[in-house]
């Protein structure tokens, strides 16, 4: 089966972990979660990321239809374009699937620090 630029068997939790795959995927979903963001306001939560790596996982998400690139006017003129991304509603709900792995992690945590 094959959506977008990912390939992967015929399994629903295959699929998912395939659009997920790699440390960025997750975290740029869950940070376009509740909001529109540009470029370097994105880059600015996910500490870390490379602009390079930044761009590569934008692009492989859009082309799997989980995220959506507009590309806006500014007021600086009409030939200067301001870029914003955000969730297809394909994308918002696999954000939302994380909700619970993220309290599943959180409840992890704290039993393993207990210890």
């Not at 963001?37 to 880059?43: A, D, I, K, S, Y």
């Not at 500014?74 to 994308?91: D, E, M, N």
């Not at 939302?96 to 792995?101: N, S, T």
């Amino acid at each position: 089966m094959r959506a977008g630029n990912t390939t992967w068997p015929d399994s629903g939790l295959d699929a998912a972990l395939c659009l997920l795959a790699g440390k960025w995927k997750a975290h740029i979903l869950w940070e376009l979660r509740p909001a529109h963001l540009r470029f370097g306001e994105l880059r600015r939560r996910l500490a870390g990321v490379s602009d390079k790596v930044l761009s590569e996982k934008l692009r492989q998400l859009e082309a799997d239809g989980i995220v959506r690139r507009e590309s806006l006017a500014t007021s600086y003129g009409p030939v200067q374009r301001q870029v914003r991304y955000s969730l297809t509603p394909r994308g918002a709900s696999l954000a939302d699937a994380l909700l619970p792995v993220r309290d599943w992690g959180a409840r992890y945590l704290t039993a393993v620090t207990e210890n």
